[in-house]
Structures are given as structure tokens and as C-alpha cells.
């Protein structure tokens, strides 16, 4: 009795040491109730460290730096007039044709350029960019964190000396949190504040608050028609979407918002943001064959993916994306010397995705150019860690003779992923190295 109490009071200590449960929301005014309390600047280190990765997690940025700026700049004008305007806020455009949007803790937002090409206007933008930043300034996923899911993950991040990368380190528990916090899905009463969070901020920044249902009635019709399963994996499946929410969202308009939605002052902005999209709007016919031949893959015809890859790539020419998926296949089909000049071509036009990297180490490690393929897997690993790069970086270590350094890593793949085939991999390797 008297030990199990001892150490209950040494619990109750270490508990108490954890356990702030008072914080303030900035936007409801309210208590939140939190296993660890994350301050602001707790919550812009997490966004920080995982925006890169979640980033990379997703396509990469889409390579267009007028529409980057263009993006940007309607961002800063919401956030400016929001609860939080001290927030470091970026928002990014992502190489994914899945329609989707998502927010960060500490205000890191990105749009699809699956979601960009479905919009007709400014005011529609703003109304999705409103309603990410609704979930930055209320905390919700801050609040998810708080409760216990993706908490060790978060405290991990936090504890972490920044700047460290490699594996096993901040950067690869920075790509898990990413992960999981992409994987968070709101609740409805969140997505309902959200909502009205993003219509506020839309009408104080000068935008008509009737872009916003106009793109709930697209999402409505989206769903209507027998919504595409893009929709439902994507946007639908974070942002949960019901007839119910945007009939609370129009309520809202209509008794906050009646008169500027009738006032020519409260604007759409429908030509600057064609133009804007102009140039994306081209590639849409190459990404939908590039969309096409990742199915084909992943279904298993790897030649079939091939030919409509190399067609995605006359349609929309000199996109890294696609280049790096057609070098990819052609990797995938053993054929390392038609892959090398798409890998070369993707990297010379975006150096900073993880992937093409990925595929670019794999082709020198094949030619038996170990320098080289150390270079880029060492880059794979900085923008994203993975299995599968670790593995191969260690391969590369090995040839070079750095034998306690391909140990280290092997290593740390085994202790991560043990139930993987590249973990089992990398246990053998690590036996095999040190009975030498
Ligand atoms: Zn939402």
C-alpha cells in the first residue's frame, strides 16, 4: 500500500509538471482543455519544422512563381485582418491534382492545384484561404494535438535541436507529425467556425462574402453529382462537407452580411485571378493524362503508365512532377538508362523535391557513380526522409567504405520501420556488417 502510494504522489508530481489545462482560444475567448498546454510559439516551431515536409508529402510546390506571389499576397491580405496577425504566415501552392487545402499550427497554408483549377474567382480563393486560416486562429489542430494523439510526436519536434537533419532525428519525426497532422479531420461544429471565421475575415479584407457560397454550391454539386473519389479523399475527407454546412454558412451571410453582398465595393476579382491561373490552367490537360498513367501504375501496367506518361509530357512540357513519375516507371520497368534523362531534366527544373532525388540516387548507384548518387539520396533524405532513400544512402556508404556510417543507418531504418521489407533489409545488413 504504501509504495503503490508513494508512487501515485510521484505521478500526481510528474502529471502536474505536464499538465496545464487552462489556455485561452484566441478566437472563442474560451478555456481549452489540454493534456499540455502549446504556446505560440511552441505551435509556430511544430507548423515550422512540418510545413517543409507535408509539403514535400504532397507534389512539392507547383513551379509558377507569379501565381505563388499571386496566392501569397490574397493570403497576407486575410491574415492581416484576422484574430492573429503576428503569426509567420505562409501559403504555398501544391503539385497535386487532389482538390485540397490544409493549415498548419502557426498559420502554414497550402492549396492544391487540383482545388485552384475548380475556382472562378478571387473571392472564392479568399473564402478557402479564409476558412484555413478560421482553423489556425481558433488552434483546431492544436487542440487535436493537445488531447494526447499526435502529442509525444509534437513534443519530440519541440525538444529537438533545430537545424539537426538526417534520420532519426527532428527531421524524420517532423515528417511524421506532417503526416499526421494532414491526416487530421475536423469536426463539424469546427468546420462550421471555420466557416464563419473565414466569411468575417473575407468581407473585413474587402472580398464579397457571396464568393463563399459560391463555392459551397460547387461543393454541393460536387457532391450531388456522385462526388469523383479525388473529392472524397482529399478536400471532403479533412474538411467534412454537408448540406447542412452550407446552409448554416448562407444563415450567416444572410443575417451578418446582407449588405455586402449587394455592394460593388465587396469584390470578386474574376480577371485577375484568371490571369493568375492562366498558365496552370494549360498543364491541366497534361496533368490529367499524368493522373491517368499513375493509376495505370499502380494498377500494375507499368508499360501502359510508361506511354501515357511520355504523353503527359508533350502536353504539359517541362514539368518536374511528371518527369520525375515517368523516370520513376521507367526505374520501376528496370530500365535505369531511359530514366536517367527525365530525372536529370526534373532535377535541373526543381532540385528541391525529394523524389526525383530519390530516383536520380537510385540511377547513379546503378551506373556505379557512388559520389554522385550519395550527393542527391543525402538531398532525398534532407527535404524528406524515408525508408527507402535511408536504405539506399547506406548502400552508397557501404561502397564508399564509410562502414560504421552505413551501420548507424541500417540502424536506425531497422528500429523505425521493423515490420517493413526495407527495415528487415536493412536488420540483415546490419548482422552482415558487424560478422565482418
Ligand atoms: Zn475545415
Redesign the pocket.
Known sequence: MRISHTRFMLFAALALLFVSGCAVNPVTGRQELALFSISASQEVKLGQEAFPKAVQQMGGEYDDSTLAAYVNGVGDRLAKVAERPELPYEFKVLNDSTPNAFALPGGFVAITRGLLVNLENEAQLAAVLG??I??VTARDSVQGMQRGALLNLGLSVLSAATGSSGYGTLAQQAGQLAAGLLDNS?SRE??RQ??RLGVDYMVRAGYNPRGSVQLQEFFYRTVEGGAEPMWLTGLFR??PFSRERMQDLQAYIAERYLLQQNDPRFIFNEQPFQRAIADLKKTSEGYALYDKAREQEAGGDVSGAIATYLQAAVKAPDQALILTQLGMAYLHAGDVRAARPHLVRAVQLDGSYYLSRLGLGVVYLELDDVPSAVGHLEKSMDLLPTDRAGYLLALGYEKQGRTLEAIDLYRQIAKTSPNSKVGQAAAQKVTELQSR
Open positions: 476558412h484555413e478560421g482553423h475536423f469546427q468546420e471555420a466557416d479533412t474538411h
